[in-house]
């Protein structure tokens, strides 16, 4: 596999400005130094991930066994369903150079369901965007899902033991919603790789975009490299 075009985290920073995805891919190097906040802020997520795992036990967590090779990822995701697990956690997906690695997927009764968990007591906009992506790459790939859900806390993550997840958590299905979306997902992905194959940096100017729905990590940059 060859490297990777767009990942889910990529496609969703695109959407916000092109020229943070720009940089991000290109420049990393001139990224703002992450804060203690934000560092805070990705570990309290990787932890709630890993607590929402209770809810679907006795899975297989892929980024376990593969690292975070992305091609391993991605086999082995493979290799794992034609072998019949019903469970797998860190499940990653590739289509046409986009990946996204699926936090929770799961094979019922009914079919192939996939869980995106959010260390977030509300749903924004922005998370079911970034569910309903995968929803469509996971499609795309070749596995067809009968349902995507956002999992999501009742309240935020103080760092104590969760012993009882099953109250801890809701879900929502975003399904018909992720479904709506895939034709906007198309256009959009046309539209970043073609911005990224002109190898030439977007002339956007600063504004609301730089801190919704995300900081943006390239402010600095921005600012002391104004568009005129």
Avoid at 42 to 65: E, M, Y
Avoid at 139 to 160: C, F, H, M, W
Avoid at 216 to 222: I, N, R, S, V, W
Wanted: charged content about 25%; some cysteine.
């Amino acid at each position: 596999m060859a490297k990777h075009i767009l990942s889910k985290s990529g496609f969703i920073r695109g959407l916000q400005c092109h020229k943070s995805l720009y940089l991000n891919r290109f420049h990393s190097d001139v990224r703002d130094p992450i804060s203690a906040e934000q560092k805070a802020k990705f570990a309290r997520g990787h932890t709630v991930g890993a607590i929402a795992q209770q809810l679907f036990p006795n899975g297989t967590d892929v980024r376990k066994t593969a690292g975070l090779s992305v091609p391993k990822v991605i086999q082995q995701t493979r290799e794992l369903i034609e072998k019949g697990e019903t469970v797998i956690y860190e499940a990653g997906f590739e289509f046409e150079g986009i990946i996204i690695i699926m936090d929770i997927l799961v094979r019922d009764e009914n079919g192939w369901a996939a869980y995106e968990v959010k260390s977030s007591p509300e749903i924004k906009e922005v998370y079911r965007l970034d569910a309903a992506f995968q929803s469509y790459i996971i499609r795309k790939s070749g596995l067809v899902l009968e349902n995507i859900s956002i999992v999501y806390v009742t309240e935020a993550y103080t760092g104590q033991e969760i012993e009882h997840p099953w109250t801890y958590f809701r879900m929502e299905s975003i399904q018909e919603y992720a479904l709506s979306q895939y034709d906007y997902f198309e256009k959009e992905i046309r539209s970043q790789k073609m911005m990224l194959a002109m190898h030439r940096l977007p002339p956007i100017e600063m504004g609301e975009q730089c801190d919704n729905p995300y900081p943006c990590d390239f402010k600095g940059f921005c600012k002391a490299h104004p568009v005129y």
